[in-house]
């Protein structure tokens, strides 16, 4: 894979994976270069716009855009970012406007020429964006299916926990009752024998009154 090849997968990646989690910050740097919507736009639309301003090789809004991927990814550590390299995001404005370039000419048809090759790049790179949200967008509903399940999991362990604390607890709470009972039952008993094996008192008649 060419280099050039690799900035532009790499662009791919940061441009769709910030549109995709940041979109209102997109959208405040598209107001700053005269885009408006009405009401909130969808993820496709931010999209659309942002390549349509690379492709009229507008530098600054590529350098700004390039400044907000480097704010959001040195905050999130996600496999989705790739480290951007200084220009990568330029790189899809500047093939469009090479093209546009090697293709300039006084003749008319040669400029439509042009313009048409680059309608078709922006086009492209428009669908690589759309498939690249689609298939993130499948990996974080995977992985957040996935850390549901971990966590459904560990609050059944910790149920599970606390119920064999409790029945342990009753366990020996109902031991204890009974080791107490048969302490109280042996020394009821122990008296009742002491009491029997005493010896019987002698048997005394009665005192007769002399007449």
Sequence with gaps: MSNKQSQYNQAIDNLTYLVLNYPKPV????????????????????????????????????????SLIQKFSSQENDQFWGAIAKGAVGVLGGLFKKKKRR??????????????????????????????????????????????????????????EAKQKAEAAKKKTNMMLMIGGGVVVLGIGAVVLMKSGRPAMPYAPPMQIPK
Excluded at 39 to 61: C, M, R, T
């Design 27 to 66: 959208q405040e740097l598209l107001a700053e270069s005269n885009v408006f919507f009405q009401g909130k736009p969808s993820k496709e639309q931010l999209i659309n716009e942002v390549v349509e301003l690379l492709k009229d090789g507008d530098s600054a809004f590529a350098k700004a855009l390039e």
């Design 103 to 160: 293709s300039s000419s006084s003749n008319a048809a040669a400029t439509q020429a042009a313009q048409a090759r680059a309608a078709a790049q922006a086009a492209a790179a428009k669908r690589d964006m759309e498939m690249r949200m689609q298939r993130m967008r499948e990996e974080q509903e995977r992985r957040r299916r996935e850390a549901e399940e971990r966590r459904r999991r560990e609050e059944e362990r910790r149920r599970e």
